[in-house]
């Protein structure tokens, strides 16, 4: 079973603040995603990645960066958090092209 | 619009009882991925399809690629089978697109 794990898991900041969230899958994946989940929109695909140094536009990219420093080592970055981004966001992991997703326990940012 | 939508958005079973949730795609899925997410929040693997069927214990999934859409049967179901069903399409390029979700609840 793929091992995801996210942190913090909980995460309180005001509006203009710096967030860093962090992701490691221990599963040697390729690619790591993140997503962000909001009530009535299901989960929607901020970046991805197959790869470290490797970085993927998702649907909704605006306002977020990310990193991929390692194969197991996934960072979303909030450099102006807005109130628009408070969410529950997931990670996830897969092996590659046609493979399953797993997902960690996820965070949930308020930005207030 | 949507690339995936989900319906019934919400269903309250009997104990016992047996429901289908469905997937429809505007997308030419390649594989499918079905998840339950659980009153804690967190998402549960339940089916990684190709064109095909799975069955799991009580649960039975199909997709059909060539008329865009999927299927999870839940049979006898249990209260521990409330909360959230996401189904989630791959087009071919890793980017997974998810439905808004079934709210099921399971009454005694």
């Known amino acids: 079973e793929a091992a995801v794990t996210q942190s913090p898991r909980n995460k309180v900041t005001v509006t203009g603040g710096n967030v860093t969230l962090s992701c490691r899958q221990t599963?040697?994946?390729?690619?790591m995603y993140w997503y962000r989940q909001d009530t009535g929109h299901g989960l929607r695909l901020i970046h991805y990645s197959y790869g470290a140094g490797n970085l993927q536009i998702g649907d909704v990219p605006d306002g977020y960066k990310a990193t991929r420093t390692t194969q197991e080592d996934f960072f979303l970055l909030l450099e102006l958090a807005s109130p628009s981004q408070t969410s529950l966001y997931f990670c996830a992991s897969s092996d590659g092209s046609y493979a399953e997703q797993f997902f960690g326990p996820g965070t949930r940012l308020t930005v207030l | 619009g949507d690339k995936v939508k989900q319906s019934p958005s919400a269903l309250s079973l009997q104990e016992g009882t047996n429901s289908a949730l469905r997937c429809n795609f505007s997308i030419a899925a390649t594989t499918v991925q079905w998840f339950l997410q659980n009153p804690r929040g967190s998402l549960i693997n339940l089916f990684y399809l190709v064109p095909g069927t799975k069955e799991n214990g009580r649960l039975k999934s199909a997709f059909d690629s060539k008329e865009s859409y999927s299927t999870l049967h839940i049979r006898d179901a249990q209260l521990e089978d409330s909360g959230t069903y996401f189904c989630a399409a791959d087009p071919g390029y890793q980017n997974f697109y998810f439905g808004k979700g079934t709210s099921l609840t399971v009454i005694p």
């Open positions: 599963n040697s994946h390729n690619y």
